[in-house]
């Protein structure tokens, strides 16, 4: 099992571009989670999927963020147009409909605009 | 107010001794609790979950849940620097759907 993976690792981006994350889940995983982390904030939730449907989406600051999640195996965050303010390390998680509701988070990817 | 707190620490504590971390809450119909380790620069890994009252244990980790007092805790026996940390904890409210609410966390730090 590899794990959920989350590309890039990093992204450095000026003001104004466009910025999209993506995440693969756990094969077999129900539920997909976008959560942003900053010092000043923690964890926050960004938008959660269950079955590749978005099912809470008001975590998602404003309509710069939009997240798509076509197939079971594949989600982007995409910003536009990004701001400094967005700098943060974001994270996708999934965890299974069975067993405990604990998450397996990916590696997350650190952005920064500047 | 923050729907799930935690002191932010740093909470020192000597190598062989327990750790003792808090966690409050505030939705009272709250039903699953985590707690999860995150290593600087890493990703938060789950280390322990509670549902009823009481003590859970799993090895050197023990996970204690006080739903009156709205109240959850980690104990860390026998610390080890490699226990150095934040620990996040996060529960599942009754108006988060299937998301989980998580603090801040406690930054620990065991010193040799």
């Known amino acids: 099992d590899a794990g959920v993976i989350q590309s890039p690792r990093h992204e450095v981006t000026e003001m104004g571009q466009e910025v999209t994350l993506r995440c693969k889940p756990i094969?077999?995983?129900?539920?997909l989670f976008w959560y942003r982390q900053t010092m000043m904030r923690g964890l926050e939730l960004l938008i959660y999927?269950?079955?590749?449907?978005?099912?809470?989406d008001s975590g998602m600051p404003e309509d710069r963020f939009s997240a798509k999640m076509p197939n079971a195996s594949f989600s982007t965050l995409k910003i536009q147009p990004s701001e400094p303010r967005d700098s943060a390390v974001y994270f996708c998680?999934?965890?299974?409909?069975?067993?405990?509701?604990?998450?397996?988070f990916g590696s997350g990817t650190r952005l920064t605009v500047v | 107010q923050k729907e799930v707190e935690q002191n932010s620490g740093p909470l020192s504590v000597p190598e062989g001794a327990i750790a003792s971390l808090n966690c409050t809450y505030s939705d009272r119909g709250s039903q699953s609790f985590f707690w999860y380790r995150q290593y600087s620069g890493k990703s938060p890994e789950l280390i322990m979950f509670i549902y009823s009252n009481g003590d859970k244990e799993d090895g050197r980790f023990t996970a204690q849940l006080n739903k009156a007092s709205q109240y959850v805790s980690l104990l860390i026996r026998d610390s080890q620097p490699s226990d150095s940390a934040t620990y996040l904890c996060?529960?599942?409210?009754?108006?988060?759907?299937?998301?989980?609410?998580f603090g801040k966390g406690t930054s620990l730090l065991v010193t040799p």
């Open positions: 094969s077999g995983h129900d539920y």
């Open positions: 998680a999934s965890r299974s409909d069975r067993g405990n509701y604990g998450y397996t």
């Open positions: 996060a529960v599942k409210g009754t108006n988060s759907g299937y998301a989980l609410n």
């Open positions: 999927f269950n079955n590749n449907v978005p099912i809470d």
